[in-house]
């Protein structure tokens, strides 16, 4: 570190001679973000790149600051990249349509994974962040309050020694990215592949590698740097012959103005995004003077129960809308006032879905399999996880009326892999799957309300944890519930 004692770091910048440093990934993922890319094609020819300042500068007016825009060579203007919670994903989605930016085409990239290569001890552990929690926060603190200026020398050491943080040596030449896309049916693993193009790009001398791979227009992304453009073709050609090897279809984009851009790496902090998230929620409830009860009771919380509610509720905000976001709304903030009649008028849903889930099954059952469908269910072997002779005395000496609700969901979710043609596609239209692996958390939480236990847990605000899960199985429940009540009216 001696050298680097001497040589200003920061954060951002846009000098290709300045040494910056980049959160590890982990770091980022660890507060809820992930990193996004996109392809952005302006209504006008861009030849002064003033289409990427325009996005640069939206973003910040959206509070997503660890964002880079390039203008490129090639069929797309502007290549996008922002590392951000799904909240600020979804706001840069709204802001960018009610601006004045004219856009003809956007495509995007959620990376699932970002290697950067830059440590050989692999990324830091969750427990390890955790453990520098307060560090991490102080350094992007003083990033927002002083943005552009270089960072304390302590902290660099500090981030740098623990993992947290990696340095990014000046460099120059022609920055480049590459896309692949698989040309199987299903993506392969992608750690060879990810090795052998981080091999090949470091055979040809390239800088500042990183490989994003996830869900998208593309199933990787490769970013580098070529010592200059006489030798960007030949480069890009071992590239490419390599990822078909690969069984992966390559293309490539320059970047047109590295070295002007600006670069900026930033934690835009996760819990001011699901602060937000917390106050779109408390702000359904229309009396005024218990929405100010409901914020003194979380001024009240320890840090460790305000942060979990946040991002619980920013799970929610995230995940839900319409009635189901009412719903949960009145469910995190009866959770938080610990009103046993606000949760029960909450949860009343939960008490319907059986009554409503014994007159849809058969109903839908007998439309697609005909009027001997029960024999039809009880000869197919279904996997119905039936252990005890009770249970099994119901499945098969009685109708739908005696069946229980997990029995129920056990047979619905069972005949969607049992079944094919339109009973399959009419059940992939009604219902999500997700609620699938949720069975058994359903029915304990119907039993929890039905016997009026769930008080207990709501009392201890484990919103980190057994509250937490539970009301992530409400969301899934209102979610199945609210589908099964669009439908049902078609069987009547």
Not at 391 to 408: E, H, I, Y
Request: with cysteine; hydrophobic share 40%.
């Amino acid at each position: 570190m001696d050298d680097d004692a001497r040589t200003p770091i920061y954060w951002a910048s846009s000098s290709v001679s300045a040494t910056r440093m980049l959160w590890d990934p982990a770091v980022h993922e660890h507060f809820g973000e992930r990193c996004y890319l996109y392809l952005i094609t302006g209504r006008r020819a861009d030849p002064t790149g003033t289409l990427s300042d325009d996005l640069r500068r939206l973003a910040l007016s959206l509070g997503i600051t660890s964002a880079t825009a390039h203008a490129l060579f090639g069929p797309y203007d502007v290549l996008f990249r922002f590392w951000g919670t799904n909240q600020s994903r979804q706001r840069f989605a709204r802001g960018l349509k009610a601006s004045a930016i004219q856009v003809v085409t956007i495509r995007e990239f959620t990376a699932s994974d970002v290697h950067y290569g830059l440590t050989a001890t692999g990324a830091p552990s969750a427990a390890e962040i955790s453990a520098q929690i307060d560090h991490i926060r102080a350094a992007a603190e003083a990033e927002r309050l002083k943005p552009g200026a270089p960072v304390d020398q302590g902290v660099v050491e500090l981030l740098l020694s623990r993992g947290l943080a990696h340095l990014i040596q000046p460099s120059v030449g022609v920055k480049f990215y590459l896309f692949l896309k698989s040309q199987l049916p299903e993506t392969p693993p992608l750690d060879y592949t990810v090795r052998e193009l981080r091999r090949t790009a470091q055979a040809e001398n390239l800088q500042g590698i990183s490989i994003y791979s996830g869900t998208g227009f593309v199933d990787l992304i490769m970013k580098a740097i070529a010592p200059n453009y006489d030798s960007l073709l030949e480069i890009v050609n071992s590239l490419r012959v390599v990822s078909k090897s690969l069984h992966f279809d390559p293309w490539s984009l320059p970047v047109a103005d590295f070295g002007k851009a600006m670069m900026q790496e930033t934690l835009d902090g996760v819990e001011g995004e699901l602060g937000r998230a917390l106050e779109t929620l408390l702000s359904l409830e229309q009396d005024s003077a218990r929405a100010e009860l409901l914020r003194r009771e979380i001024g009240s919380m320890d840090r460790r129960q305000m942060t979990a509610l946040s991002n619980l509720a920013g799970e929610i905000y995230s995940r839900a809308s319409g009635s189901d976001l009412e719903r949960m709304s009145e469910t995190l903030t009866a959770c938080i006032a610990k009103s046993r009649k606000d949760l029960n008028r909450a949860l009343s849903f939960l008490t319907s879905i059986e009554d409503d889930l014994r007159y849809f099954l058969p109903r839908f059952l007998a439309a697609h399999l005909g009027p001997r469908w029960l024999d039809q269910i009880r000869s197919s072997n279904l996997n119905l996880g039936i252990n005890s002779p009770d249970a099994l005395d119901r499945f098969t000496g009685s109708g739908p009326d005696k069946w229980t609700l997990g029995l129920m969901l056990r047979v619905l979710s069972e005949s969607y892999v049992r079944f094919e043609g339109d009973l399959a596609a009419d059940l992939h239209s009604i219902f999500t799957e997700g609620w699938r692996s949720h069975i058994r958390d359903i029915v304990d939480l119907r039993d929890e309300f039905a016997h009026g236990l769930l008080m207990t847990s709501v009392r201890a605000r484990d919103f980190g944890g057994a509250l937490g899960m539970k009301v992530r199985t409400m969301l899934i429940a209102s979610q199945f519930q609210s589908r099964l009540e669009h439908h049902i009216d078609l069987y009547m």
